[in-house]
């Protein structure tokens, strides 16, 4: 599987984006995809996930982007979304997305759930 991220780039506080994420691979609609995200200095660290067909496609969030963020995925596409609202300096980050093949719950807000990751997309917030 393989994938590319886009959609970063440089905004204002209390700004939007959207990230994107196209994925290959046959067997899309059954991917749990994820968003995590890594500060310089800092671990990479969970921002939401969409669980794949057998999940029902349910989404979960960080406790820090929930509310602001909204994941969504266009099975047509084989692509995921990030949709980040009310931008914060904090949210300031190279944010990557991830495939879970056979991701089990418990670790969906892990990098251990995860087998494919893609190269990563600048976010800047400005204050």
């Known amino acids: 599987v393989q994938l590319q991220a886009s959609g970063g780039g440089l905004v204002q506080a209390g700004g939007s984006l959207r990230l994107s994420c196209a994925a290959s691979g046959r067997t899309f609609t059954t991917y749990t995809m994820g968003w995590f995200r890594q500060a310089p200095g800092k671990e990479r660290e969970f921002v939401a996930t969409?669980?794949?067909?057998?999940?029902?496609?349910?989404?979960y969030y960080a406790d820090s982007v929930k509310g602001r963020f909204t994941i969504s995925r266009e099975n047509a596409k084989n692509t995921a979304y990030l949709q980040m609202n009310s931008l914060k300096p904090e949210d300031t980050a190279v944010y990557y997305c991830a495939v879970g093949v056979g991701a089990i719950l418990s670790a969906v807000r892990s990098t251990r759930g995860y087998d494919y990751w893609g190269q990563g997309t600048q976010v800047t917030v400005s204050s």
């Open positions: 969409i669980r794949g067909s057998g999940g029902g496609y349910r989404a």
